[in-house]
Structure formats: C-alpha cells, structure tokens
C-alpha cells in the first residue's frame, strides 16, 4: 500500500462514513450480542490516566469504556453507552473530572437515533449512566475535563469545530463553529489554556475565558492531529498524521520554536500522538509505521533536539501515548492493548487482546466440503492453525489438526477473474466495479465452486456477487471480513471478522447460520445459533453476552450467555440447527431437539435481575481479620428475585438461611453488606437467581501494605451416596463396589482431614445404610450440607450408575429407579424417579464455603445410554466449585476387582491414604489429589475396555485448597 493510501486510511479511522441527518427515534430493544472477555475487541481509540487513583480509562470501537486499576492492569469495570448495528455507540473520546468520580464519553453515539451527538456521564463507584447532555451538531471526536471541574471541552468532527459545557446546567459557554474539518485532539495547560488540532490544517489557541487567542497553520505538516502543552505549559507540541514531523510552538502566540530531530527515522508515515515526559525533558510520538517488527514510540531527550531513539512496542499501530509520572507513558494499540512502559521502553504492564486475529488470513480459512469443520489462524503470524467441528462436542481440543480434507479459499478460475480486492474502493470483478457504499474497503474475496459468485468481504459487510459485479444479496457485519471461504457443497458462506468471531451463512439467501468465537488462549470456545441457544467449552460461555438497551437515559444491561445456561447450553440445537441450514430433514436424521422453543427477543422475560455492587471501607476487627463494607441494589426484571448469594475470591460466603427474599423485597432490595476478606486482593461478586437466569454484579477490593488476613478453621461436611441393587432392574444391571466406594471414601477423607477443621460431619447413604440411597431419601439428606458457613468445606460423591439425555442433562440413577425412566431421559422425555444434575447443583449452590463434587458413575456398559460429561463440567464451572468426575464422555468408568472398588475411587483412596505433596510444602491440596491418582487409573485400567480419562474443572482457589497433611508415601502401596 502505498504511503499516500495509508494516510488517507489513518483518516478514515476516525470517521468511516461522514454522520447524515437522523430521523429521531428511540434506540432499538432487541439483544445485540457482544464479545465479552475483559477485555476490548476492536481498536482502542483513547487511553486516558487518572494519576490520583493510579487508574488507566480506555474507550473504543467496541463501544465500551473500560476502567483499569495500575500496576496490574486489573479491569475494574466496563462502561456501557447505549448502541445499534453499525457505528451508533463507538466511543472516540473519554475524559475523567478531576476528582475522579465522573467519566465522560462520547462519539458516535446518539447520532443514529436524534441526527445529533450526545456526551454520556458515568459514575464510576457504580457504572451507572448518570447523564445525558445531547444536540452536538456533529460526532464527538475530543473531549476534556478543565481543572476547576467546572466546564468540560468538547471537539467534534465535520465543520462543528470547538466548544466549552458548563456543567452545572449544560449549557455550551463558548463555541468556535470556524472549522473547516474534524477537530482531532486537544488539550488544557495547567494555566486553564486550550489548543486544539483540526484536519483543515490549523492549531488553534484559546485562553482560560475560551477566547480564540490565534489559529495558525504550522510548518511541518498539513494535517495536524495532536496536540499537547508541556508540563509548565511554555510550549506546545504538534503532532501530523500526513508526515512524520513534530513541530514544537510557544504556548503565548503560536510561534514555531523549532522542529523535532527527524533522524534516522524511516517508514513512519505520521505521528498520531504526541506526548511530553513528565519532567519535560523529553518528547515521546507514535503513529502508523510501514516498516518491518513491532510497531515504536520515538523518544527525543533535549525536548526534541537530539536524534530520536526508536522504542519498539506493540504488533499493531500505537493509537494514543499518554503521560505518566516519572517519565513512564501509557499507550493504546490496535491489538487491540492496553499498558504502561517505562523511561527506558520496557513494558512495565500490558493488556493485549484476547480475540484471535485474522488479519492475515485472507486466504488461511480452510473448511470441509460441508463447511462443518474448518480451521483458522489463532494469531497474526498464522503459525498457530487451530481447527473447529461442529459436530466434534463441547471437550473437543481444538489445537489438535483436523483428519479431513480442509479446502482454502478459491481465488482464481478460468470464468472469474478478481483484480485489485485488497485494502480497495473498487475492486473488479472481470473487470466491473460492484457498487459499494462510501469508504467501504474491500478486504477479501472466495469464488464458488461452481464458478458463478463471488464472496466479497469489505469493512462492514460481506456481499455475494454474479460474474458481472451485480449483487445477489449483501449483510451487514458487526466487524471487518479479514477472510471468506465457501462450502464445496455451495450451501454455506463462511467468514472470519475482525471482532475474532467466525460466522456461517446461507448461501441462498445470506441468513446468518452459525457464529463461533474462539478465544486466544487456544483453549475456551463458543458458538451459538441466532436464537441465543449455544454450546462450548467449559468456561467458554463466560466470553459472549447480550446488550440490551433501557432508552437514551438508562444504564443498559449486558448479560453473559452463562448466566442462561440453564436454558440456553443446548449443543443439541445448535447442531441440528446447523443440519437443518445445510439440507432438508430426512428420515436418516435425528427428531428435532424438544424444549427448544425460545427466541433471543425474548430475553428481557427471562433477564437476570439487575444488580449494582458497590465498594465502601475496609475496617479490622479484633480478631485480627478484615472486613469490607458494600452496598448491594438488586432489582427485578421480569421474574421475581428468589435469592442472592456473595462471593469473595470464587467461596459464597452467605449462609443458606440469609439468602432467600420474600415479599417486596423479590421485586427490589437494598443491603449493606458487611464481607470478611480472604487475602490481599479480593474479587467480589453477587449472584442473585430469579429461577431460570443469574444476576451479576463483580467488584475489587484491595488490602493495602502487606496485611495478610488470619485464617479461621471451618467445619467440614461430607455427604456420600453409593448404589449397587436396583430392585427393579434386571441383576445385570448391578454394580458391584459404588456402596463401599462411598463408604470408605468419606471415612478416609474425614480421618485424614482432623488437623483442616474445627468439627467433622459424615453422613453416607449406601444400599448398607439404615437410609437406603432411595429417591427421596438422597433428596433430603442434601439439606444436610446446606448447613455450611463461609469458612466451612462441604464434599459431595455419587456413585451409581449415571446417564444424559439429549441435550446433556445429566441423571443421577437412584436404588428405587423406574425402567421407563431411563429409556424416556434418553428420549428428553418426563421423568420421575431419576434425580436431575439440578437438584445436586442447587443444594451446592445453596451452601456457602468451599464446595467439591466427585462423581463416579456410569461404571458398566449393562444400563442404555451415556453420560455426557462435558455438560456436566461446564455447569459446574458456571456455579463455580470443583467438579471431579471419573471419566470423559463416552468412556466407561470401570471397576477393579483386586480392591472391591470402582477404579477412579480406587486411585482417590491411595492418594488420600498416601503422600501425593508434589510441592512438599507439607499440605496436600484437591489439585495434588487428583494428579496423583491419574497415573494409577491409567496403569490399572483393563486397556481392552478401552480409555478412562478422570476429568477435573474448578476454581483456582479450590484446586490449590489444602485437604489434608501429607504423609510420607510408603513403598509397595499400588499395585
């Protein structure tokens, strides 16, 4: 690309499609999925610090401001402005008041609904909205606090120019409309004077009363972007976005004082942002570069004289540097990141993105003939391909190549020829120019099969084209198309977008299929279908939510799909959504998945309530622990609140009988909250369930100094189940060892776990118990670990024979199961003598305290049906304690017969009985446990019954928790 185009491309950054007049209008209700992972997905525009709080403040093109606490780069909150489809809600400028408890945003934001711009407020100890100043003549692109918290300074884009809110009565003081383009950037001395930087080619100078002292066209460039007085607010340095100068000018009258050592500085095509240090002796820039490695920020010592040094930093363009104490500066990038590097360019903190980037995978996104499977580049530097199957269930690794033929995008054939696609206003297809809209890019092209289409992907849209460049139909995308393939099968369109989502589509007709998002950590996945029904890996629904706009003036809501994973999680939809796309119901497929009724536009019926968490003080008591006080608001959306629960570092920590609402107080609640602090850092966060979804609301508290919280012994409470008769069975239906797996495993654990706990309580339910494991009898003894407190342990085992319906519902088989039973679970038909995954979540999620569930059933081919597993997992990572179970989906849980135990129970009592310490510190956490007994299941496992591969997911705060004392292992102890 050459240089001109790059500049030109820098502008559009700031303003792809020039703001049109505006029928006013209220924002639109239906949910709008978002990626959600902490972290923003599209280019971050600002980066603002709050010094006195040591916070960074981010705002971007994914329409969020994000608030993070320094040196960790910890999120403490996302900020939402109400959006729509398209560019409605991408924020271009934040400031903070002085006293940190106000942020401001705006952009383009409003402008689709009234045909002017709005500036939202937020109060940041809550996230809430707060206010709304409206009727901008055009978009926002700069704003700025004045030091007296007083007025605020706001630049807008087009001909709008300049102007000063007073913010009492938000009424604008001053204006300056004398603007020929957009206001880029400006900024406050410390005097109270205001410079600014507009495309039409001038720096303007305004006094502490806002009176335009001059406007000038300074030498060096003729677009100038940004702007910033230095720290005695004497000079002014100008940044150009057309060259790579820096221009340094009095901050009195304007006057050109001198020009930026430009040495030894190539293929940098304009600095979009400059800086001074803190201490005034240096000057820091950054912008587009063209060269090759990491993309830098150029330092000047001398304040700009001497020859630059140049920093290498991020992969992707340097959108803003800011200053920060001790000549350290913070910088945002497109990654998109977020970080702060020292005076000497090392990175003292960074945030990178955690989407995959398909920059440059025009031509690297393979799919099978059927588009069922398909594989991708995870990075920028596409030597990390991952691959996805539809059909490949939720404990699929992605990392591991696909066996089946993949088939990469088809560029060329003898009937189709593609010219000039790439970064392009016109591409051409055999010669014609299809009709874009206005500074719409072409990114990437893919040929059908049969040679009469073509798949177009632009900046916000992918487009099906006949030979002769006429359309046959066009979508609108949430992000940029960096790649498109097309089925061999030509049913199905395939694309890889810049917000790291890969989206399916009907080739009949363009109707979105299918979306997945998989995160870069190569391991957490989702994907879902239109109507909001989703599967994924086990903590991959915590990465895709909905936003749901409450009017102009409301905080809108935004809600995770886990918290709809009881109604939501079907993987058996989305796959028979994905047959139904691809060909017609025949009698060779499955009937269509039951209780699958639900469509995303009614989300506000079942939403979660609405929560609001907010942090007060921090206060010792006597006993040498720590005490946190918070406000908790919740409120009702449609369904009436039942109960709410805290959490503090993933443990509940409110008792059972402290939970449940009643009476108004299921509509709307108020509670101030008085919360015991487990360590140095603390993640708060509330639950509060209406029956069907999860409210959320998450905050941090910090100790300050080196302050360690004492601990205090909990009791422990251990409930076990065993099962081998089932009367009503036939006797191959009979296991052996569950009752005495039970048995033995709670009598071992609680022997060995005296010296953790102030009291022990062990209560077993086995076919050699006074209770025999009986439907009701097991139902009720789970009220028992409903006792537990925040500092107690609460241990549940199943062992019997357990199955999965259809839509990975998992069923604890008790001794007094009805036959019907089982064939109508495996049909997702009603049943009533098989006891639901529910009924074992709920009574955990009913406990406070550390929770561990260890199921080992399903030990025999003699009963119909599998246990799907992996539903399993992923349910309890969304109820957030352990969850140990003896095998993966489709494998058998086998028994050994030379102990009398079920073989994972087996391997779990030698690692209880014996030294399993791996860190020898003395204490042998649940994590220690279960890696011990891994080797002995592998080793003793009868290899002609095939696998057995003993599965552990849970909280890290559980994993690494100490059971017991180890003890020197003796030898001889496995056989």
């Known amino acids: 690309m050459c240089l001109r185009r790059i500049a030109f491309t820098l502008i559009l950054l700031f303003y792809l499609v020039l703001p049109g007049a505006a029928q006013v209008r209220e924002p639109v209700s239906i949910p709008q999925l978002r990626v959600e992972t902490g972290m923003h997905t599209t280019m971050i525009r600002r980066v603002l610090p709050d010094l006195p709080r040591n916070r960074l403040i981010t705002c971007a093109d994914d329409k969020t401001v994000r608030v993070w606490q320094m040196p960790q780069m910890r999120l403490l909150s996302v900020l939402r402005v109400p959006i729509d489809a398209g560019h409605e809600g991408q924020l271009y400028a934040v400031a903070v008041s002085p006293d940190g408890k106000t942020i401001a945003a705006g952009g383009w934001t409003a402008w689709d609904w009234e045909g002017k711009a709005s500036i939202y407020f937020f109060d940041v100890a809550s996230g809430e909205l707060i206010r709304r100043i409206g009727g901008f003549g055009n978009v926002i692109n700069a704003l700025a606090w004045l030091p007296d918290s007083e007025y605020l300074a706001v630049g807008l884009q087009g001909y709008s120019g300049f102007l000063v809110l007073r913010l009492s009565d938000g009424k604008t003081v001053a204006a300056d409309a004398q603007y020929q383009d957009d206001v880029m950037d400006l900024d406050v001395s410390r005097k109270g004077r205001i410079v600014t930087a507009a495309l039409d080619g001038f720096v303007r100078l305004y006094n502490r009363n806002f009176k335009l002292i001059g406007r000038r066209m300074i030498a060096g460039g003729k677009k100038p972007v940004s702007v910033r007085f230095s720290p005695d607010s004497e000079m002014i340095a100008v940044g150009f976005i057309d060259v790579p100068a820096i221009a340094v000018i009095s901050a009195k009258d304007m006057s050109l004082k001198y020009q930026a050592n ?89 945030r990178g993105p955690d989407i995959a980037n398909f920059s440059r995978a025009h031509t690297q996104l393979a799919v099978s003939a059927d588009a069922s499977i398909i594989s991708y580049p995870l990075r920028r530097d596409l030597r990390l391909q991952h691959s996805f199957a539809v059909f490949g269930g939720g404990d699929q690794d992605t990392a591991k190549a696909s066996e089946e033929k993949l088939f990469k995008p088809l560029m060329q054939t003898d009937v189709i020829q593609v010219t000039d696609w790439k970064d392009s206003f016109q ?12 500074h719409e890019f072409s990114r990437c092209y893919a040929i059908a099969p049969d040679g009469k289409a073509v798949l ?24 940029v198309a960096w790649s498109v393939n097309i089925s061999r099968n030509g049913l199905l369109a395939v694309a890889a977008l810049s917000d790291g989502t890969i989206r399916w589509y009907s080739m009949r007709q363009g109707r979105e299929v299918l979306a997945y998002f998989p995160h870069n950590n190569g391991r957490d996945w989702i994907a879902w279908v239109p109507d909001g029904y989703y599967m994924s890996s086990v903590y991959g629904d915590n990465y895709v939510g909905w936003h749901l706009n409450r009017g102009k003036d409301l905080t809108p809501d935004f809600y995770r799909a886990v918290q709809f994973d009881r109604i939501l999680y079907r993987p058996d939809v989305v796959t028979a959504a994905y047959r139904t796309a691809v060909g017609p119901v025949t009698r060779s497929l499955e009937a269509p998945p039951q209780g699958a009724d639900f469509q995303i536009a009614r989300l506000r019926d079942i939403a ?29 959306n449609a369904l009436a609140i039942q109960d709410y629960s805290v959490f503090v570092n993933s443990i509940p920590v409110t008792p059972a009988q402290e939970r449940r609402l009643s009476g108004r107080e299921t509509s709307s609640f108020r509670r101030t909250l008085d919360v015991d602090l487990t360590a140095q850092n603390n993640e708060i966060r509330v639950e509060a369930f209406n029956g069907v979804s999860m409210g959320v609301a998450e905050t941090y508290v910090g100790l300050t100094g080196e302050v360690r919280p004492k601990t205090q012994k909990g009791n422990l409470y251990i409930l076990t189940v065993g099962v081998n008769k089932f009367p009503a069975l036939p006797r191959r239906n009979h296991l052996n060892y569950a009752a005495q797996d039970a048995e033995e495993l709670g009598q071992v654990w609680a022997a060995l776990s005296t010296e953790n706990y102030g009291h022990i309580w062990f209560q077993n339910i086995s076919d050699n118990s006074v209770d025999k494991p009986d439907q009701k009898a097991i139902v009720s003894a789970l009220k028992f670990v409903e ?19 259809r839509a990975g519902n998992y069923y604890f088989v008790p001794r007094d199961v009805i036959p019907q039973d089982i064939a109508n679970a495996q049909k997702g038909e ?36 599998k246990l799907e597993v992996h539903s399993l997992m992923k349910r309890s990572a969304a109820s957030q304690f352990a969850l140990i179970v003896a095998s993966k989906g489709n494998e058998e849980s086998q028994e050994y017969e030379p102990a009398k135990h079920g073989l994972f129970t087996y391997a779990l009592l030698n690692a209880l009985k014996h030294y399993a310490g791996a860190n020898r510190d003395g204490w042998v956490s649940l994590k220690e446990i279960f890696n011990y007994a891994l080797p002995i299941v592998e080793e003793l496992r009868y290899k002609q019954t095939g696998p057995q591969t003993p599965q552990m997911v849970s909280p890290e705060v559980l994993a690494d928790m100490p059971v017991l004392r180890s003890a020197q292992r003796e030898k001889g102890d496995v056989p």
């Open 427 to 438: 591409p051409r297809i055999n010669g014609r120019t299809p009709a874009l809209e206005e």
């Open 787 to 805: 006792q537990a407190g925040p500092d107690d342990t609460v241990l549940i085992f199943l062992a019997s024979h357990g199955l999965s319906d």
């Open 830 to 865: 009603k049943v009533t003598s098989l006891i639901p995954w529910t009924v074992f979540f709920d009574a955990l999620r009913n406990a406070a305290g550390r929770r561990i569930l260890i199921v080992d059933t399903c030990q025999a081919r003699s009963i119909e049906g």
């Open 608 to 636: 979660p309530p609405r929560l609001r968490l907010i942090p007060g003080g921090v206060e010792e008591t006597a006993v040498g622990r720590f005490r946190g006080k918070l406000v908790l608001q919740g409120e009702k």
């Open 456 to 479: 177009l992907g632009t900046e916000w849209a992918i487009r099906l084209l006949r030979p002769d460049a006429s359309e046959i139909w066009h979508v609108s995308l949430p992000a």
């Open 262 to 350: 430009p040495e030894g500085i190539t293929n940098q095509v304009g600095f979009t942002s400059v800086i001074w240090s803190s201490d005034g002796r240096y000057l820091f820039a950054s912008g587009q570069y063209s060269g090759d490695g990491l993309n830098p920020v150029y330092r000047w010592r001398n304040q700009g004289r001497d020859k630059p040094e140049k920093i290498p930093l991020t992969e992707n363009r340097i959108t803003e540097i800011q200053q920060m104490p001790d000549n350290h500066i913070a910088f945002a990038a497109e990654d998109p990141g977020v970080g702060v590097a020292g005076p000497d360019g090392k990175l003292k903190s960074f």
